[in-house]
Each structure stands twice: as C-alpha cells, then as structure tokens.
C-alpha cells in the first residue's frame, strides 16, 4: 500500500477515522459553487450539455455515410466534401460569436437564441 503521506503535494481521499467522505479542497457556502447547486439546477445543465452533443455528434460524424449520400443523390464526393467544410467553418464562427455572447450576457440568453435558431431551421 502507497504511504501518502511520503509523496509531497497529495493526500488521502477517504479518511479511515471517519465514516464520511472528506472533500479537499472543502467547497464554499458560495450558491454558484458546483457541488452547492440545486438538482433542478443540475439537472438543467445536464439537459444543455445533452442537448449540445446530441446536435453536434450526428453532424460531425457524417463522413461515414457520405458515399451513400453521393450514391442516392448523385452528387459528387467533392461536392459533398466541401458542404461539410462549410458546416465545420460554421461551426466555428458560431463559436467565434457566441463564446463572447455568452460572457457579456450569460450562458443562458445565448442557449435559450441557438436553441430557438435551431428549432427554426429544422422547419
């Protein structure tokens, strides 16, 4: 068993003296600290992140089905190569715009707009 106490910088987890688990650093009274939040607050940022991967993974991973895209429609590789360029490209400029957004106005305004934007394009 590793002494950690001989390894400068570290300690233990779990205290063996103490039925409870020991939090290092110990989290401040402050309501925005994470381990301090709400579980409807909590829950709603697991919704966003959710929200997020689900509309970005099926777009970055297109490549895959790309042959039987051109085979179906008869548009050519290249053609279909360059469109998701354009989506890459965008994707980054969305960032690019919304990252500053987000720290003049808040995280949530700016969700709450690309949500909205989203839901348009998809009608």
Known sequence: ????????????????????????????????HPLNRSYRRKLRMFSMVTYTVAVTVPSASIYSVLTSISHSTGLPLATLNQGTSYMFLLFDLGCSISQPLSHQFGKRPVHLVAVLGTALIQL
Do not use: K, N
């Open 1 to 32: 068993m590793l002494d950690y106490e001989a390894i400068p910088g570290t300690i233990s987890f779990v205290d063996s003296s103490q039925s409870d688990i020991v939090l290092h650093p110990t989290p401040s009274c402050h309501p925005d």
